[in-house]
């Protein structure tokens, strides 16, 4: 904990990402006890039910390419109200200092003398894994494991990550925010000596009921993406490693509603989960 000099205090809470029984201890006291709560977009609204009553809910959005508030403002509304001594719970999908911006937003909080605590979260790149039945190590295939970031990649090798190093960083890469960028990562990787057989799983929705699994491997991608077929809609998560291959044994979710699908359906079932996503998002902004 930082003791700033306002009586407020600020929590940067991991909500986990999705299933709301993947929220720990400390979150729902933090929620519970909190007089103003700020959620964004991946946050589960059924999380909101740990509010107390009468707490303010304030929905500071942030998908992708529709930020309902920009980080300055969001910033600015978590120290305003800790300054009017408020205790404030930031909510966000996952954990905060994994692709969250919760990094960001404790510099601003330090630089303006805030109190402020984190509270770990289940962090999606784990729990995605985990609900399609993916180790992300195993003594057999993988030692190793990075969390790599999609977002500005597929501009082959002048943005953001270099792939190249990425290709060869870990056994088992997690790469999020990759709904736009896989097919060109997907080349990226094969280019950089990734072999075209190596299995992949593209996880939408991780741990919600409608959660989406599919499999196959670089090449596949590629294919898809080269016949024009490739479309995939965010939230989504792809896992790259011979780990993955292991998510045919371990299903263990293994119901109807939770079966593997191979890569080659994502246009069509991704097309038709639009409808979820929209659902859900305007529950997040009630
Ligand atoms: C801004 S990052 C936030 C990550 C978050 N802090 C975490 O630890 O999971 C958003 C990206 O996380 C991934 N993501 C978050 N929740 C997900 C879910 N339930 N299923 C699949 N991917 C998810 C997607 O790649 C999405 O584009």
């Given at each position: 904990?930082?003791?700033?000099?306002?009586?407020?205090?600020?929590?940067?809470?991991?909500?986990?990402?999705?299933?709301?029984?993947?929220?720990?201890?400390?979150?729902?006291?933090?929620?519970?006890?909190?007089?103003?709560?700020?959620?964004?977009?991946?946050?589960?609204?059924?999380?909101?039910?740990?509010?107390?009553?009468?707490?303010?809910?304030?929905?500071?959005?942030?998908?992708?390419?529709?930020?309902?508030?920009?980080?300055?403002?969001?910033?600015?509304?978590?120290?305003?109200?800790?300054?009017?001594?408020?205790?404030?719970?930031?909510?966000?999908?996952?954990?905060?200092?994994?692709?969250?911006?919760?990094?960001?937003?404790?510099?601003?909080?330090?630089?303006?003398?805030?109190?402020?605590?984190?509270?770990?979260?289940?962090?999606?790149?784990?729990?995605?894994?985990?609900?399609?039945?993916?180790?992300?190590?195993?003594?057999?295939?993988?030692?190793?494991?990075?969390?790599?970031?999609?977002?500005?990649?597929?501009?082959?090798?002048?943005?953001?990550?270099?792939?190249?190093?990425?290709a060869?960083?870990?056994d088992?890469l997690?790469?999020?925010?990759?709904?736009?960028?896989?097919?060109?990562?997907a080349?990226?990787l094969v280019?950089?000596?990734r072999r075209p057989a190596t299995p992949v799983?593209?996880?939408?929705?991780?741990?919600?009921?409608?959660?989406?699994?599919?499999?196959g491997t670089l090449d596949d991608l590629?294919?898809?993406?080269?016949?024009?077929?490739?479309?995939?809609?965010?939230?989504?998560?792809?896992?790259v490693g011979e780990?993955v291959a292991?998510?045919?044994?371990?299903?263990?979710?293994?119901?109807?509603?939770?079966?593997?699908?191979?890569?080659?359906?994502?246009?069509?079932?991704?097309?038709?989960?639009?409808?979820?996503?929209?659902?859900?998002?305007?529950?997040?902004?009630?």
């Open positions: 904990m930082n003791d700033g000099n306002a009586t407020g205090k600020v929590l940067l809470i991991g909500a986990g990402p999705g299933d709301p029984e993947l929220l720990t201890i400390k979150a729902v006291n933090a929620i519970a006890g909190a007089d103003v709560i700020v959620y964004d977009y991946l946050v589960n609204p059924e999380i909101l039910a740990h509010s107390r009553r009468g707490a303010e809910l304030i929905y500071a959005g942030k998908r992708a390419g529709e930020h309902s508030m920009s980080q300055d403002e969001i910033n600015q509304v978590l120290i305003a109200r800790a300054r009017r001594g408020q205790i404030v719970a930031r909510l966000k999908g996952g954990d905060p200092f994994i692709f969250g911006r919760g990094g960001e937003e404790a510099e601003a909080l330090v630089e303006a003398g805030i109190g402020w605590e984190v509270i770990p979260g289940i962090s999606s790149g784990v729990a995605a894994a985990a609900y399609a039945g993916i180790p992300l190590t195993h003594r057999g295939y993988s030692s190793s494991v990075a969390f790599i970031t999609g977002h500005g990649s597929g501009t082959g090798f002048s943005r953001g990550v270099d792939w190249r190093v990425a060869h960083a870990a088992t997690v790469i999020f925010m990759c709904a736009d960028t896989i097919a060109a990562i080349r990226d280019a950089s000596g799983a593209l996880i939408r929705w991780g741990t919600y009921q409608h959660q989406e699994v599919y499999t590629i294919g898809i993406d080269e016949a024009g077929g490739l479309s995939v809609e965010p939230p989504a998560i792809a896992i780990v292991l998510s045919g044994k371990l299903n263990w979710l293994n119901s109807d509603a939770f079966a593997l699908s191979p890569i080659s359906n994502i246009a069509v079932a991704g097309a038709i989960s639009d409808s979820v996503e929209e659902v859900s998002y305007a529950a997040s902004c009630d």
